[in-house]
């Protein structure tokens, strides 16, 4: 996929301007809310089989074993980005992207606010400052409080993936309620990882770092009322490629622990 906006390079206008047709186009159909990011290199693991329990498999991430990769060059070819130009092939600064995504923002939030769309901003998954020679600014609570004051606006909001915020390392209950009071939680990915920034692996959602009952008391407690979402399945024996039963699982425990705290009066 082309990232040029993410990474001001030629061309990086014309997709910016793209993007305010599709916004354009999702109003006409009825649609309001859509995501995107500023990690031009997608989410980055580098394993697929870090063993969990019953003999299921997850993902997981080794700063060691993402060091020293060519310019702009992903490991995994799905989500290469050679196709960057060799004179355009340089290194990105956390001041540089800052730059180009405040650009994007100056150019795309008028027209959210003018079509009625709601643009959340996805942390950089993993959180690390950079990867490839790419810098990866949105890797902080203090990165996302930058970022809505960059063009502020009620259309702008946060993507909180309890994932990234807890490899961030931070008291994610007291994030959510910073934001999520704020009115500025477009929607949440409620997954759970276990180990730390630079070495952790995906998890079941109740067996990771996070409390979980915790969070969820805090989304409530800060007045969110959007959608929330499992995320990046768990992937055991006999399961299906998409990972059904995975999600059964997980959408599961999102609605049990809901239910239980309405019905403790927690809610």
């Known amino acids: 996929m082309d990232h040029r906006w993410q990474l001001g ?11 305010c047709k599709t916004l354009r186009n999702m109003a006409e159909v ?9 990690h031009a290199l ?7 089989e870090a063993p969990d329990r019953g003999g299921s498999k997850a993902t997981s ?19 290469d980005i050679e196709w960057v130009p060799e004179d355009e092939r340089v290194p990105k600064s956390d001041e540089d992207m800052w730059s180009n995504l405040k650009h994007f923002l100056e150019v795309v939030t008028p027209v959210a606010e003018e079509v009625g769309i709601r643009i959340g901003l996805h942390p950089d998954d993993p959180p690390v400052p950079e990867i490839s020679g790419v810098a990866r600014i949105m890797r902080s609570p203090e990165a996302f409080r930058r970022y809505l004051e960059l063009v502020p606006s009620g259309s702008t909001g946060v993507v909180f993936c309890q994932g990234c915020f807890t490899e961030m390392g931070c008291d994610v209950p007291e994030e959510i309620r910073h934001f999520g ?31 979980m ?12 009322d959007g959608w929330i ?15 059904h039963r995975y999600w059964a699982y997980a959408i599961g425990h999102i609605k049990g622990i809901d239910q239980t705290l309405k019905a403790t009066g927690k809610k």
Do not use: C
């Not at 991430?61 to 989500?79: E, G």
């Open 9 to 19: 390079l030629n061309g990086a206008d014309e997709q910016i301007q793209n993007y």
């Open 30 to 38: 009825g649609l309001d809310f859509i995501i995107f990011n500023m």
């Open 42 to 48: 997608r989410i980055y693991r580098t394993s697929s």
């Open 61 to 79: 991430f080794d700063i060691n074993l993402a060091t020293h990769n060519p310019l702009m060059v992903h490991p995994n070819s799905a989500f």
């Open 181 to 211: 009071s704020r009115g500025k939680i477009f929607s949440v990915d409620f997954r759970n990882i276990k180990g730390e920034l630079n070495n952790f692996q995906e998890t079941f959602p109740e067996t990771g770092n996070a409390d």
């Open 213 to 224: 009952v915790e969070t969820m008391k805090a989304y409530y407690e800060s007045g969110f």
């Open 229 to 243: 979402t499992p995320d990046h399945a768990i992937h055991q024996d006999g399961d299906t490629d998409w990972g």
